[in-house]
């Protein structure tokens, strides 16, 4: 069953959006608020909450929202919406995501053509200094030329191809690495010109250029094999100095 067409004319299929969480109710609030006025509507949106909060079922009843409770570990998160959803495409978002005007229909308009799933274009929200323009580039130029685009790009894929590609490892980080992996192997996975918006707390707090070295370091360790749970105990040890933990925003 598909969805109305959206505001582009573009048929939009039935989409559910899963939404990791832990303990960042406020930006999980704007993104539900912003996906309850998309027209066409998502099939259904479910948030997978690692952190048993009362808040965040407060707020899935107040948009319709699907709750669902799950161990604090992003990829078990993810696989527990996914295993829950209904729709023929997945579309899974950060809690502090930022949306196009017309997702589905650029979604729908990729699935059209072919390919299993693919991605939005990474775009940092609010003020923009000038370090941000060119790290944006930056990571365009590396999804584009095969490597991984990462979780805070929308990832969306049908239904079956994610089942198909194993879904989800029960990873904390590096989570879309084998899934996207996979999903290259079964047909086209498309990067798309519409950008979700990244908020950029982290880039701020810690410096432009230190976050982005930070992070690449991060991956170069994982590709020289270094599992994710012992990378992401060591990534948590900066995040508490702040006050914070990786997971908040998912």
Known sequence: MRAKEGMSG?????????????????????????????????????????????????????????????????????????????GEVLWFLHADATLPEDPLSAIGAALAKDACGGFFRFRFDGSRPWPAPLLERMVEFRVRSGGIPYGDQGLFMTRDAYWRSGGYPPWPLFEEVPLVRNLRTLAPFVALEEAIGVDPRRWERDGWWRRSLANRWLATKFWLGIPPGTLSERYRIPEKQHGTKREESQ
Do not use: H
């Not at 909060?53 to 799950?70: M, V």
């Open 10 to 86: 573009v048929e939009a299929p039935a989409v559910s959006v899963v939404i990791p969480v832990y303990r960042d109710e406020a930006a999980l609030g704007r993104l539900l608020s912003g996906l309850s006025g998309l027209l066409p509507r998502p099939r259904e949106i479910l948030v997978a909450d690692g952190g048993a909060s009362g808040r965040c079922r407060t707020l899935c009843r107040r948009y319709g929202a699907i709750y669902l409770s799950s161990f604090p570990c992003r990829g078990l998160q993810l696989n527990t919406g996914a295993r829950r959803a209904s």
